[in-house]
Nanobody
Framework: QVQLVESGGGLVQAGDSLRLSCAASGRSISSYHLGWFRQAPGKEREFVAVSKGNSGAEWYADSVKGRFTISRDNARDNAKSTVYLQMDNLESGDTGVYYC?????????????????WGQGTQVTVSS
């Protein structure tokens, strides 16, 4: 079982920066792909970025590439990880609820349906 707790959301102005954190816990958590998704009102949940399990390699949605950075710290006991999403030069289109998610499959994915565990979400609002 994996538990995910997000923090760091808030209200900012366009052009500002914000950093989200997700505390992940569970057995062999370092092998899980940890991703960030977001959902705006009336829209489907969309992929933002992922930190791949074991390798830590990153992948981003085109809409955030160059502005967002995902990073990850794995604890030595392999039972805790923290994944961050540094968001710079925020735009009004970045507004939404941001979710942290974990996928234990060998291959990674940008599809939300592939992720088995989800956090409760944190609201990010960017005013223009």
């Amino acid at each position: 079982q994996v538990q995910l707790v997000e923090s760091g959301g808030g209200l900012v102005q366009a052009g500002d920066s914000l950093r989200l954190s997700c505390a992940a816990s569970g057995r062999s958590i370092s092998s899980y792909h940890l991703g960030w998704f977001r959902q705006a009102p009336g829209k489907e949940r969309e992929f933002v970025a992922v930190s791949k399990g074991n390798s830590g390699a990153e992948w981003y949605a085109d809409s955030v590439k160059g502005r967002f950075t995902i990073s990850r710290d794995n604890a030595r006991d392999n039972a805790k990880s923290t994944v961050y999403l540094q968001m710079d030069n925020l735009e009004s289109g970045d507004t939404g609820v941001y979710y942290c998610a974990a996928d234990g499959a060998r291959s990674w994915s940008i599809q939300a349906v592939r992720y088995d565990y989800w956090g409760q979400g944190t609201q990010v609002t960017v005013s223009s």
